[in-house]
C-alpha cells in the first residue's frame, strides 16, 4: 500500500544531570570537585533519501524516541551523548506541525537533513561551581527535557513527468508500456487508487526520467471530491504534465469537454499548475471514432495534440523523443534560473562588503 500522509509523535532525548564528586586520594587532602557534566539528549532528525518511496515505515509506529543523555560521573568524566533518531523520509516530504497547522520545512534533496526535535542539554557538574568562596560545592544541574511534537508528514511525489487524466484515460497503460512499474489496467475506472512511480530507460543517451502515474481524477476534485486533494498535490513538484485524452470518446464522453474540464481543475486548486509546461495526448487512436474526435478537439482547442495507441504503440516513439526534449529544456531553464539567482546573490554579498568598507574607511579618515 502506498501511504503518503502518516500523523506521528516526535520526543528527543533528555540531557543526562550533571554530577556531584570529589577528589578523593590517598594524602591529598581537600581534592575539590571534580563532577562531570550529563550528556546530551539526542536529536529527531529527518533524512531525505531518495531510496525511500513513500511513508510507510510511519504507518504502524507512530512514536518514535531518541535516547537521553547519560548521567555525569566522578572524576571530571562526561556523560555520553544520546545516539540521534534518525528518521528517513522520501524526497518531497513537507512537514506541518500538527497543533498550528503550519509548514515548517520540505525535504527536495537527497541526503537533506533537518533537526525536527533538538535534544536536552547535558547538566552541569559540581565542578563548574567551585569558586574561591564555595571550593567545595554541592550543586550539579539537571539535564533539560527533549523538546517534542505532533507532526503531519505528507509527501508531495517529485518526478519529471505527471500522467493526469480523467479515470480511464490510459495513463496506467502507457506506464506499463513506457516502464518497468506495473499499475493495475482493467476496463473500469479507479483501477488506480495511488501513484506510480517508473523509469523511462534512455539507453543510447544513457539518461532516464521518472514518471509518475496519478490516479484518475473526477469532477469537482479542486473541491477534494473522489482523491481530490491528495491527488492533486501529487503533480505539484511534477517538471512536466502530460494531460491524456481518450480521444475515441468510450462511454458517451466528449474529449474536448474533458480537456477543457481538466484545466478547470487544475486552475481551482492551484493557478500555478496552469503554468506548468505541459504535453496532451490523445490515447486510443486505433478506435474507429478516434479521428472524428480528434478533429473536434483541434477545432475547439488551439493545443499541440500528440496521437498514440497503447494498444497498437503507435506514437509512442515520438511521444518518448517530446518527454525527453521537454524535460531537457525545463533542466536548462532551472539551471539558468539557478546561476542567475547565485550571481545575484554574490552580486548583492559585495556590494554590502563594499558599503561596510567604505564606511570603515570614512570613519578611520575622520578620526585621523
Partial sequence: MFVDEVVVTLVSGKGGDGCIGFRREKYVPFGGPNGGDGGDGGNVVLLADVNVGDLTAFRFTHIHKAKSGEQGRGSDQHGKNGPDKILKVPLGTLVIDKKTGKP????????????????????WGNTHFKSSVNQAPRRANPGTDGEKGDFKLVLKIIAD???VGFPNAGKSSLTNLITRAHPTVAD??????????GIIEYKEEYRRL????IPGLISGASENRGLGHRF???????KLLCLIIDIAGIDGRDPADDYAELMVELENYDPALLKKPRLVVANKMDEDSAI?????????????????????????P?????????????????????LAETAAKEAAELAA?????DSTEAVANSED
Avoid at 515548517?104 to 547538566?123: A, N, T
Avoid at 473500469?188 to 512511480?197: R, V
Avoid at 521518472?210 to 502515474?213: K, N, R, S
Fill in 104 to 123: 515548517i520545512k520540505e525535504l527536495l534533496v537527497h541526503d537533506e537533513d533537518f533537526i525536527i526535535c533538538k535534544g536536552g542539554s547535558g547538566g
Fill in 161 to 163: 513527468i505527471g500522467l
Fill in 188 to 197: 473500469y475506472p479507479f483501477t488506480t487508487l495511488n501513484p506510480h512511480i
Fill in 210 to 213: 521518472v514518471l509518475a502515474d
Fill in 232 to 238: 492533486l498535490r501529487h503533480i505539484e513538484r511534477c
Fill in 292 to 316: 472524428e474526435n480528434l478533429k473536434a478537439f483541434s477545432k475547439r482547442h488551439s493545443v499541440a495534440i500528440s496521437p498514440i495507441s497503447c494498444l497498437s504503440e503507435e506514437g509512442i
Fill in 318 to 338: 515520438e511521444l518518448l523523443r517530446k518527454f525527453m526534449d521537454e524535460v531537457t529544456l525545463i533542466q536548462k531553464a532551472e539551471a539558468e534560473q539557478e
Fill in 353 to 357: 562588503k563594499k558599503v561596510i568598507e
